[in-house]
Each structure stands twice: as structure tokens, then as C-alpha cells.
């Protein structure tokens, strides 16, 4: 009965194994990465911790009768470290560090009353923090919670002013009162800025969104990011979908990328699906898509056309042939990519008519042909947006009505070719040059990248580089403003 439970278990594992979705883009983010966080980190907590405020503090010892207020902490001396909490997420920690802090002291002793500022010094501070990262239902990274305890060893006041002696006599009173009411402000200050501030920063990650007027991209997460003691790993769904049917979406069935480097700060990996998901969603949009005539239609084919098809014509109305002729171009069925460590490419088969256009008249068709291309597809980045560059590589037309015309359509491949290579294929370039965003936020970029090819999936490893500071990025999503870059 043991050996069965095991079995059926196996087996229910292994079938949840296979019925997961793959993900489409993979990020990984390493400790290099990470490295370069520590010091916009560092300021950010900085910048939260220096805006702490304390109430005023009023009580009496002995026959003094004393009130602080108007704290300020007016400098941070922080030695702090950011690294990867594995299985959790981020770890802040700060050690051995000290804040300096100045506010306004009215005293009141017997008959003599005198107020003025007071330094004082919160050394041996010490902070641990740590930040869970988890997917939310939306499929948008997120910090769920934060894990906070802070210490500070001893807190130093100098007192200055006439009364500085008899100061110091309740100087270990007050300070320690300080040190209490500091102590208890940086974990709260520290959950906002996560919690809050850091999440909206995380919101600037696309995770649904329309890339132009004819699909949209979706990059929820599929699980939960894992960490380990080197890099946060998450797995995106990497997927384009029809805006006028955002249900009607490819299956994937493209093998799971695979990224095993850690010398770059960042890796991204995205699968065959990727592409495939974005080649059917156009298809499905109607892009696919193309008439050449008139000034588009290049002197030398159309001239070739009508010696090609000088019989056709003259068999079925000889006044046609004063009329301009058409090429329609319909891709009949979704465009397949296919990733090689040699590069990638794109098939594309698509069915062309030749046509006549008598004005004010039906367009009169002449023949009709398959054609079947190869185009080859360079992968680069540039910020955080991937762009493709096809190239006609391999080409060729044949009848579908017979194979005796398909033997009159061999002069035509080559013009046709060149036809393709000098007027539509500018056109599709031009149109998908700039690209579409990857999941990063907004202020970050990839520099110094280079992109691999494997069998099945290509992986971009960079460098990251900040446009600006992780607080002007926050305020520019409080204030609703966007990435200009994007």
C-alpha cells in the first residue's frame, strides 16, 4: 500500500510538472546586480530616515521641568549591505552606524529658565531588514511584508549654554528617552518606504499592457521570484495578445529557457513562444498584410509582370492591357520562429495575387501563387525595449494552379525578390524598430549587452545603469507622470 501512495504521487507530481505553464521571458537578476543597488539603496534609506519626525517630549526630574521638540536628524553615517534573503528576498542591514540629531530644549530650574539647541548622537545603530518578494494576483512583483528590528547602542548629548553643567546632570535622563523614541521610529519609517514608496516603484513593471494599436504584451509572473544566496530568478509569461480578441492567444508548447550564468548583472531569456506569440497575435490583428501599386510597384517588375503575363491578359480582354497591374500579399497562416545557436529566424508563407486595375471596375485577377520566405532575425536592446531586424535571406514562388506555371514564375523570383528586399521589408523593419519593453521599472536600462543564441531560446546578459535616483522615480509615479524613454 506504501509503495502505491508513492507511486500515485509520483505520478501527480510528474503530471503538475507537465501541465505548468513554461514561461516565455525568464529574468535573472544577480549579486552583481545587486552590487550596483547598495548605493541608490543606501540613499534611499537615508533620504526616509532623515525625514523621521518625534513628538515633543515634556516631563519633569526633580525640580527640573524640561521640553524637547523640533528633532531633526541632520546626519546619517551608515554602514549598510544589501544582498539576497534565500527563499525570502531582500536583506537591508545596517551596522554599527550612528545618526546625528539636533532639536530646541526649554529648561525650567527653580527660578532660572533657559532654552537653546542640543546635538546629540545615536551611535552603535543597527538595522535589520528584510524585504519578502512575492507574485500578487495581478502577477506584478510586490514586497508583502517587511521584517524590522532596529537597535542603538548609547545616544550622546552636548549641551551648550550657561546652564551646560547642570545640564549634564540629567543629560542620562533625557537621552535615554531620545534613543527610545528613535529607536521605535526607524522600523515603521523603513516598513513605509517598502511597503509603500518601493512598491509603487515596482509598479512602473509592466504587466499587461498594449504595445500599439494592434496587440498587447503580458507579463504577469507565473510564480512566486526564487532567490538563492546569488540571484532573484522570476519567471514571466512572456505573451502577445490580439487587442480585438485578448482570449484568442497561442498555446505555449516551447521548451523552458535555461540561464546559468551569473557574470552580468542581469540575464534575460526569452523562449521561440515569445516571438511565435507575437507573429500569430498580428496575424490574428490583420497586419499581415499588402497591396504594391502604382508608385509602389517598381518599373522593372511591373514591366516584367506584364511580359509574364502578356497571354493571360490578351486571352481575357485585350484593353486591360493599358491599365496598372497589383500585387496583393495575404500571409495565409501565423509566421514560426526558430532559435539556433547559428541565429534565428522567421518563416513566413503567404499567398500573392497579380492583378489588373481598371478604374472604376473589379480588379481582374491574373494568377494566383504561393510564396514561402526565410528571414533571418537579429535580436538587439536598447534601454529596456528589444527590437528585431529581419532580413530577407531565402525566397520562393510556385503556382497554385499548376506546375507547368510554376515553371513560367521562376524569372519572377528573382525581381520579386529584390522587390521584397528594397520595398517591403524597409517597411516592416521600420515599423517594429522601436521595439517593445521588457519588465524592468522605470529610471533602469540595460547597457553593455550581448545576446546569445540557443536551441530554442535567446538570452540578452547586461549591465544595468540607473537614469536617475530610485526617489525621483518613486515621485514621478506618485505624480503620475511617465517614462519619457519608454
Not at 494599436?213 to 509572473?221: N, T
Request: glycine content about 6%.
Amino acid at each position: 500500500m506504501g509503495l502505491l501512495q508513492v507511486s500515485v504521487i509520483f505520478l501527480l507530481s510528474l503530471i503538475t510538472m507537465t501541465l505548468a505553464e513554461p514561461p516565455g521571458c525568464k529574468i535573472r537578476i544577480t549579486d552583481r546586480g545587486l552590487e550596483m543597488l547598495k548605493t541608490e539603496t543606501k540613499k534611499f534609506v537615508e533620504e526616509e530616515l532623515s525625514n523621521i519626525t518625534m513628538p515633543e517630549m515634556r516631563g519633569e526630574e526633580g525640580r527640573f521641568q524640561y521640553t524637547i521638540k523640533d528633532v531633526k536628524i541632520t546626519e546619517l553615517n551608515l554602514t549598510s549591505d544589501l544582498r539576497f534573503q534565500p527563499d525570502v528576498g531582500l536583506l537591508f542591514e545596517v551596522q554599527n552606524s550612528s545618526i546625528t540629531l539636533n532639536f530646541q530644549r526649554r529648561i525650567l530650574y527653580w527660578l532660572f529658565y533657559d532654552e537653546g539647541a542640543i546635538n546629540a548622537s545615536a551611535e552603535g545603530v543597527n538595522i535589520f531588514t528584510v524585504l519578502h518578494l512575492t507574485k500578487d494576483q495581478e502577477g506584478r512583483l510586490k514586497i508583502s511584508n517587511v521584517t524590522c528590528d532596529a537597535s542603538i547602542a548609547k545616544m550622546r548629548a552636548r549641551f551648550s549654554g550657561t546652564l551646560g553643567r547642570v545640564y549634564d546632570l540629567i543629560g542620562a535622563f533625557l537621552t535615554t528617552g531620545m534613543r527610545f523614541l528613535l529607536n521605535k521610529q526607524i522600523c515603521p519609517a523603513l516598513n513605509h518606504a517598502a511597503l509603500v514608496l518601493v512598491n509603487q516603484l515596482l509598479e512602473t513593471i509592466p504587466v499587461r499592457t498594449e504595445v500599439d494599436s494592434y496587440v498587447g504584451i503580458d507579463y504577469s509572473l507565473l510564480s512566486d521570484p526564487v532567490v538563492t544566496e546569488t540571484s532573484l530568478d522570476m519567471d514571466f509569461r512572456g505573451m502577445f495578445y490580439n487587442l480585438k480578441n485578448e482570449n484568442e492567444v497561442l498555446v505555449n508548447y516551447a521548451m523552458n529557457p535555461i540561464v546559468r550564468e551569473y557574470d552580468r548583472m542581469i540575464y534575460l531569456a526569452l523562449s521561440e513562444f515569445f516571438f511565435d506569440s507575437g507573429l500569430f497575435s498580428y496575424f490574428k490583428g490583420g497586419l499581415f498584410q499588402m497591396q504594391i501599386a502604382n508608385e509602389r510597384m517598381p518599373k522593372d517588375l511591373e514591366m516584367l509582370l506584364r511580359t509574364t503575363y502578356l497571354g493571360t491578359i490578351m486571352m481575357l480582354n485585350p484593353a486591360l492591357m493599358e491599365h496598372p497591374l497589383s500585387l496583393e500579399l495575404e500571409v495565409t497562416s501565423p509566421p514560426r520562429s526558430t532559435i539556433k545557436t547559428s541565429g534565428a529566424n522567421v518563416a513566413v508563407s503567404c499567398n500573392v495575387k497579380v492583378l489588373v486595375l481598371p478604374p472604376g471596375k473589379p480588379a481582374v485577377q491574373l494568377s494566383s501563387m504561393t510564396m514561402e520566405g526565410k528571414f533571418n532575425a537579429k535580436v538587439s536592446m536598447k534601454g529596456k525595449r528589444l527590437a528585431i531586424h529581419l532580413d530577407l535571406r531565402r525566397f520562393k514562388i510556385y503556382s497554385n494552379q499548376s506546375a507547368l506555371e510554376s515553371l513560367a514564375l521562376i524569372p519572377l523570383q528573382g525581381p520579386l525578390k529584390t522587390m521584397l528586399q528594397i520595398s517591403v521589408v524597409p517597411l516592416i523593419n521600420n515599423y517594429i524598430k522601436r521595439g517593445v519593453q521588457i519588465p524592468l521599472p522605470d529610471g533602469i536600462d540595460f547597457i553593455e549587452e550581448v545576446v546569445e543564441y540557443h536551441n530554442g531560446y535567446i538570452i540578452v546578459g547586461a549591465n544595468l545603469h540607473f537614469r536617475t535616483g530610485l526617489r525621483e522615480i518613486i515621485e514621478r509615479k506618485l505624480s503620475g507622470e511617465t517614462d519619457n524613454s519608454i
